[in-house]
């Protein structure tokens, strides 16, 4: 029986990953959930944002469902040491996990388009997977200091770290329309030099059938929203993965429409890429379909059930068409929403 931990968190976190619960235990009745503590909620019970009994209930996992984490900016959390911050529990877990491949797929599903702020025709069939480098660069390197009027963080990249992240990005590529674009900042920063040579390298050794090109990432940022429909797979590294996804939300038309997976050396971590919408935290009317598709995400990478995974997308796609929620433009609550989304599992086969 495969096991699962879930993570919901804090603010919105616990609200949309009930409803992601919900949904997973419909699609896949056989698979035991336990739920632990990440985050603010985890540092007000046990003193730390990732406990050490979180630590320890990943170890027989073969997937963890995440929420999200963090307080409001006046949060009490956020006037704690660093290393005891909800943000920190969240980046030791990904360490924990060695998940170096964040997998952030825009998707603007068929007749969904007018969800889209864009023109219908830009928005159209756009399908776009961001995979960002999850365990480097300016977020994990120990060369960082705030002292008086001088503080500073430090973008490094090794060799190995590119090549692993790229691979995945070659390999996603390969099942999809065989294009990559490295997106970085070659023009000015060396780690960019690097990560341009050695994504090179690493295609013309082993991936000469994909198609690379390289950009920069202030140019992705206005391009990705003019002209989605020119990227296949985006592979960069983390802090501009972790801006250009969010930008990326404008497409489909929210974050709440955003999942994701990450991938590493064992166990993987699925989470809406969101954050915990302090703003609306406790309303009920967060948009749960990320945390959904996130548990549909772990379906496919994680327990390698791509059936049920389709099943899921697919009764998203019906939820959305019949009852969009309140950051779409519509009226459906976090509760009616993920009632649409079962009422759709029920008409949808499990097949495909
Ligand atoms: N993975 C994570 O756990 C994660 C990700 C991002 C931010 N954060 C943390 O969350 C806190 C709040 O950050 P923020 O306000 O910058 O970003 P946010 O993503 O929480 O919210 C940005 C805006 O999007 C809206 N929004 C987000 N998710 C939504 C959903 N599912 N349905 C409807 N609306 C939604 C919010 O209401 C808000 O207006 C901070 O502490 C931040 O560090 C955590
Ligand atoms: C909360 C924060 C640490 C996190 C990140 O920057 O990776 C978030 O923004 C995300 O995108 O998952
Ligand atoms: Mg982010």
Known sequence: MPKVVTLPGDGIGPEVTAAAVQV???VAP????????????????YGEPFPQRTRDALQGADAVLLGTVGGAQDSVWNTLPRPLRPESGLLALR????????????????GLEHLSPLKADLARGVDIL??????GGVYFDGDRKIDGATAYNTMRYTTPEVERVARVAFWAAEQRKGRVTSVDKANVLEVSE???????????REYRGIHLNHEYVDSV??????????????VTENLFGDILSDLAAVIPGSLGLMPSASLGDGAGLFEPIHGSAPDIAGKGVANPA????????????GLKRPEAANQIDRAVALALRAQPTR?????????SFTRAVMDALETSPAVG
């Open 24 to 26: 997973l235990r419909e």
């Open 30 to 45: 056989d698979v035991q959930i336990e739920e632990h503590a990440i985050g603010g909620v985890a540092y007000d019970t």
């Open 95 to 110: 360490k924990a996990l060695g998940c170096y491949a964040n997998l952030r797929p825009v998707r603007v599903q068929p």
């Open 130 to 135: 961001i995979v960002r480098e999850l365990l």
């Open 194 to 204: 690097l990560w341009r040579r050695d994504v090179t390298a690493l295609r013309d």
């Open 221 to 234: 940022a206005m391009l990705i929203v003019s002209d989605p429909s020119r990227y296949d797979v985006i």
């Open 290 to 301: 990320a945390a959904i598709m996130s548990a549909g995400m772990l379906l496919r990478h």
């Open 327 to 335: 950051d779409l433009g519509g009226t459906a609550d976090t509760q």
